[in-house]
């Protein structure tokens, strides 16, 4: 797998490298602002006035502009008065954990309003490192959630028993994060993207195989009864 990820991952910069250069130029000639290279699906995020539009749409490189959409983050769920565990029950979990099925050597990514590394029931799991957190928003430098809802849903996944009753479907995984919603719970499609690039290679070296086994989303594109292809 550690090798499948390094040559997708320095195939996907090799191409983004050889084909986004003029178009960087270009738009660097057009004072465009907050530009944001991304390999992972080959294109660029930037403020463009609106004069330039024309222009850029009409580069043999460019395939299409679209607008950096906006979604509101969930809101958490309190937990129902259930008996201890009785999600967990209900799946199975404690007879996989009997079997030696807990999450250990498994990290677990979560896309969302961020998560509380002080949480007693996550301390623990938070793989730590310049590799484990990112804010593409620039704001918080290490794990911070005000919201709560991407806490809740890394308790869901990774969290321990510090409470008194287990949590997580898998207590022995480790997690990392993005936070791609923002301080007023809005996230930004190019967020997302940076969000998803960052995962696949977190310490920017093809080398190291530190990307995340498994990926969380739990938040929606407001796009009921559609299909949205803006994540393909």
């Known amino acids: 797998k550690a090798q499948k990820r390094s040559k997708i991952i320095k195939a996907l910069k090799d191409k983004s490298d050889k084909t986004q250069k003029d178009l960087k130029n270009f738009l660097k000639q057009k004072n465009a602002k907050k530009l944001v290279s991304y390999w992972i699906f080959n294109g660029m995020a930037a403020t463009v006035k609106a004069g330039d539009i024309a222009a850029l749409a009409g580069r043999p490189e460019v395939e299409k502009i679209s607008l950096d959409g906006k979604i509101k983050a969930p809101q958490p769920t309190p937990a129902a008065s259930a008996a ?3 999600n967990l029950e209900a799946i199975g979990a404690p ?3 009997d079997m030696g099925y807990t999450g250990a050597g498994v990290v677990v990514a979560s896309l969302d309003t961020g998560v509380d590394n002080l949480h007693p029931d996550l301390a623990g799991s938070y793989r730590g490192g310049g590799n484990s957190w990112l804010d593409p928003h620039g704001i918080h430098a290490t794990p911070y959630d005000s919201h709560g809802h991407g806490t809740q849903s890394m308790g869901l996944i990774v969290g321990g028993s510090a409470g008194g009753t287990a949590i997580g479907v898998a207590p022995d995984a480790h997690w990392i994060a ?15 993207h940076q969000g998803f690039q960052w995962l696949l ?3 920017g070296n093809p080398n190291t195989d530190d990307a995340a086994d498994v990926v969380n989303n739990s938040w929606s594109l407001a796009n009921l009864g559609s299909c ?3 994540f393909e």
């Open 84 to 86: 201890a565990e009785w």
């Open 95 to 97: 007879g996989l954990w």
């Open 178 to 192: 993005v936070k791609i919603f923002d301080d007023n719970d809005e996230a930004s499609d190019s967020a997302i």
């Open 201 to 203: 290679d977190p310490d």
């Open 228 to 230: 949205n292809l803006e």
